[in-house]
């Protein structure tokens, strides 16, 4: 069975530009949160949706912004790309809304020149 | 104070051995818990969950929670060389899951 995918693999910006990063959960899931982990450090928590809404929303300005898509796929979206946007960004998801097992995808590294 | 408190490490312990791994939590009031295995330039992956006190185990994994003390651990027994790797302790909160920082742990042979 798959599991999470992403794409793309590795992204190279430059400052100020925007980013879109995809992400299809693990087949029968219905949620999807949105991580960004920098090197030494854990995950940070950005979002998570459920049912194309939104659940949480981490400590992040309103740069970044995600949605969820019928097919339970989702988007984070990053405006306005700063130095320190460069990071791992992973998608995690879980069966449901009240699922917090989650199974994380490969993720995206974004590097921000 | 941190949400979630992990010792930096590095671990080291050779095969074999027993590799504890510990976590504090600052919200009393939080109910679940994870512990996720990270090798290096891979993303996490979920070892266990624990939801009620006491130890619960998988294999070679022990998950001790005692929500008193706020105090989450892991146990891996008869450690390999392939259990090397950080380990992230993870802490649902409201509505996010919050992860510590990580132990890296390094088993010899």
């Known amino acids: 069975d798959a599991g999470v995918t992403q794409s793309p693999t590795h992204l190279i910006k430059t400052r100020g530009q925007h980013v879109t990063l995809r992400c299809s959960p693990i087949?029968?899931?219905?949620?999807v949160s949105w991580y960004q982990q920098v090197l030494g450090q854990g995950p940070q928590f950005i979002f998570q949706?459920?049912?194309?809404?939104?659940?949480g929303r981490g400590n992040f300005p309103d740069r970044f912004s995600a949605r969820q898509f019928p097919n339970y796929s989702s988007e984070l979206n990053v405006n306005a790309l700063l130095l320190g946007d460069s990071a791992l960004y992973l998608c995690?998801?879980?069966?449901?809304?009240?699922?917090?097992?989650?199974?994380f995808g490969p993720g995206t590294r974004l590097t921000v020149t | 104070q941190k949400e979630v408190e992990q010792n930096s490490g590095p671990l080291s312990v050779p095969e074999g051995a027993i590799a504890s791994l510990n976590c504090t939590y600052s919200d009393r009031g939080s109910q679940s818990f994870f512990w996720y295995r990270q090798y290096s330039g891979k993303s996490p992956e979920l070892i266990m969950s624990?939801?009620?006190?006491g130890d619960k185990e998988d294999g070679r994994f022990t998950a001790q929670l005692n929500k008193a003390s706020q105090y989450v651990s892991l146990l891996i027994r008869d450690s390999q060389p392939s259990d090397s790797a950080t380990y992230l302790c993870?802490?649902?909160?409201?509505?996010?899951?919050?992860f510590g920082a990580g132990t890296r742990l390094t088993v010899k042979p």
């Open positions: 995690a998801s879980s069966l449901d809304g009240s699922s917090y097992e989650q199974y």
């Open positions: 087949s029968g899931h219905k949620s």
């Open positions: 624990i939801y009620s006190n």
């Open positions: 993870a802490v649902k909160g409201n509505n996010d899951m919050r």
């Open positions: 949706y459920y049912e194309k809404e939104e659940r």
